[in-house]
C-alpha cells in the first residue's frame, strides 16, 4: 500500500472540512428549528389552551340553557293542559246551563221530593 501524497492528503483535508462545514450547517439548521417550533409551542400553548378552555365554558352555557330550555317547555306543556282542563270545565258549564231549564229543575226538584 502506497502512502498518499501531499496532494491528495490536502484534497481529503479539503473534504472533510467541507463535510464539517456541511454537518454545523445542518446542526444550526436544527437548533434553529427547534428553537423556533419550542418558541412557537410555549407562544400558542397557552392560546389553545384558552381555546379549549373557553370551548367548554360554551359548551357548558349551551347545555344549561338547553337543559333550561327543556324545563320550560315541559312546564309550558303542563300549563297548557290545565288551561285545556280549564276551558273544558268552563265548556261543560256553558252546556249545563243550556241543558238545565227551569222547567227541568223543577222537574228534577219534584223526582228529589218524591225519592225522599
Same mark, same amino acid.
Given at each position: 500500500?502506497?502512502?498518499? +501524497?501531499? %496532494?491528495?492528503?490536502?484534497? %481529503?483535508?479539503?473534504?472533510i472540512e467541507h463535510i464539517n462545514k456541511v454537518l $454545523?450547517?445542518?446542526?444550526?439548521?436544527?437548533?434553529? +428549528?427547534?428553537?423556533?417550533?419550542? %418558541?412557537?409551542?410555549? $407562544?400558542?400553548?397557552?392560546k389553545i389552551k384558552n381555546f379549549v378552555f373557553d370551548y367548554k365554558r360554551i359548551q357548558d352555557d349551551f347545555s344549561k340553557t338547553t337543559s333550561e330550555l327543556l324545563k320550560s317547555a315541559s312546564e309550558?306543556?303542563?300549563m297548557t293542559s290545565n288551561a285545556r282542563a280549564i276551558l273544558d270545565f268552563v265548556q261543560s258549564v256553558r252546556e249545563l246551563e243550556r241543558v238545565l231549564t227551569p222547567? *227541568?229543575?223543577?222537574?228534577?226538584? *219534584?223526582?228529589?221530593k218524591e225519592t225522599a
Open positions: 500500500m502506497t502512502r498518499p +501524497t501531499i %496532494d491528495e492528503q490536502h484534497y %481529503d483535508l479539503q473534504r $454545523e450547517a445542518h446542526q444550526k439548521l436544527l437548533l434553529e +428549528t427547534f428553537s423556533t417550533g419550542e %418558541d412557537l409551542f410555549s $407562544e400558542y400553548l397557552p309550558i306543556r303542563g222547567e *227541568l229543575i223543577a222537574k228534577l226538584r *219534584l223526582i228529589l
